[in-house]
């Protein structure tokens, strides 16, 4: 197949679709959830923080498990299980708000039981698309692909969420990113390609093939560099994401318009991203690519901590630190994603998934749970400052990881 081949695979360009969709959706969710338990329920720094903790905490508590659970079974049955709950669950939302029933402790319910479809959803798509795909050749031109509507989310969704929660609220707002599930969904049903039924044992033990998922992972030094780096951003971005949504709208008093604008116009960094990692990829070692990507996201937030001045002026620092921090993102994911698969049998994939989205979706749920409780104790631009330093320690440690010592994909694993 050539560059251009999944451009023919017509059940890739389907998925694909559906997840681009549901991705948008998701981003309005992002936004919407927090800005409603603030507007709706005056929720305290605490409670937003706790708020994006219950999002991300299955994943913490359920991944491992479900990654053992997905590696027995076909993947595309419990991906349109789960979008349908996140589907129904969504929608309820606007309703419960509509009857004068919604409360902030059942608004904190549902973005739990939410999380936990997630989890569900992200461990089997990721093991899903190299079945979709089949040429391992292809995994970057795939997870550049999906990067991008990923990266094209972070662009549009929230300037869309703001103007939708500027015109209809925050809970109303939501209903946008059930209807993305429901595309998603019928993206699902359309895939006609077999998936393979995973072969049966005689015997079947959820720990010890647990074990075996964490130890393909954490015997491995360049997976293992991945997952650990990988916990520390993904701590980071939340961190400073939810601190910067606190001191954004109470501190500086910058409307939800303002807000979306912010992250929309930044995220075009994403998008550039995800779109050049092929052509850079192809010109220049893949571990040094790495190395500079990574240290572009973990050094984006000083820029918000350095904002001072007019308020244009620290609107377009914020701007230009979520860029920086977007675009090293685009081209780290395309690469963490290419080399986590092409170094994983598929029998593993399930589970190496589950040990890479319990590290990273587990350090963003602490991030939110961190930002929570120093926005209390410090404010929020003191804990902007805090998050911004210990993000930046971080690079000291993408030169001791064996990752920058990667030249390209590696071969296929033969156990």
């Known amino acids: 197949m050539t560059r251009t081949g999944l451009l023919r695979n017509r059940d890739f360009l389907t998925f694909w679709f559906g997840e681009s969709v549901s991705l948008m959706g998701t981003q309005v969710t992002t936004l919407a959830l927090p800005l409603a338990a603030m507007t709706a329920f005056g929720a305290t720094d605490e409670q937003v923080g706790l708020l994006r903790f219950l999002q991300l905490a299955p994943f913490l508590g359920l991944a491992l498990l479900i990654g053992v ?3 027995r079974l076909r993947r595309r049955p419990l991906m349109l299980g789960a979008n349908l709950a996140r589907m129904i669950l969504l929608a309820l939302v606007p309703v419960l708000y509509w009857l ?15 999380g936990i479809a997630s989890v569900l959803f992200d461990v089997s798509w990721m093991s899903f698309v190299p079945a979709l795909v089949r040429d391992r050749e292809h995994y970057v031109e795939a997870s550049a692909k999906l990067s991008a509507s990923s990266s094209a989310a972070d662009v549009a969704g929230p300037g869309l969420a ?53 130890r393909w992972v954490f015997g491995d030094p360049v997976l293992r560099a991945l997952a650990l780096i990988g916990f520390c951003c993904n701590f980071s971005m939340v961190t400073v994401w939810t601190m910067f949504l606190l001191y954004g709208s ?8 303002t807000l979306g604008a912010v992250f929309a116009t930044a995220s075009v960094g994403g998008l550039i991203g995800a779109l050049l990692s092929g052509r850079i990829l192809r010109r220049f070692p893949l571990g040094r690519v790495y190395l500079v990507a990574q240290s572009a996201l973990l050094l984006g937030p000083t820029l918000i901590v350095a904002a001072t001045g007019p308020a244009p002026v620290m609107v377009g620092m914020f701007v230009a630190s979520f860029f920086v ?34 590290l990273l979706f587990g350090g963003g749920a602490l991030g939110g749970l961190a930002a929570g409780l120093l926005a209390g104790w410090l404010g929020a631009y003191g804990a902007l400052t805090v998050a911004a330093a210990g993000s930046a320690a971080v690079v000291g440690a993408l030169f001791l990881s064996p990752v920058i010592k990667v030249r390209s994909l590696p071969a296929v694993p033969t156990r």
């Open 325 to 358: 921090t977007y675009l090293g993102l685009g081209v780290a994911g395309v690469i963490i994603v290419s080399l986590r698969q092409a170094a994983t049998p598929q029998s593993m994939m399930g589970r190496m998934t589950a040990v890479f989205r319990t």
């Open 69 to 71: 659970w997905t590696d």
């Open 100 to 114: 004068d029933a919604l409360t902030l402790g059942l608004l904190l319910g549902i973005a739990c039981v939410v």
């Open 162 to 214: 703001g103007a939708l929660v500027t015109a209809v609220g925050a809970p109303m707002a939501l209903i946008v990113n059930a209807c993305s599930y429901a595309v998603s969904l019928v993206s699902l049903l359309l895939i006609r390609t077999p998936e393979p039924r995973p072969e049966p044992a005689e015997r079947r033990d959820a720990l010890a093939e647990l074990r075996a998922g964490l």
């Open 250 to 257: 109470r501190d500086l008093h910058l409307t939800p318009a």
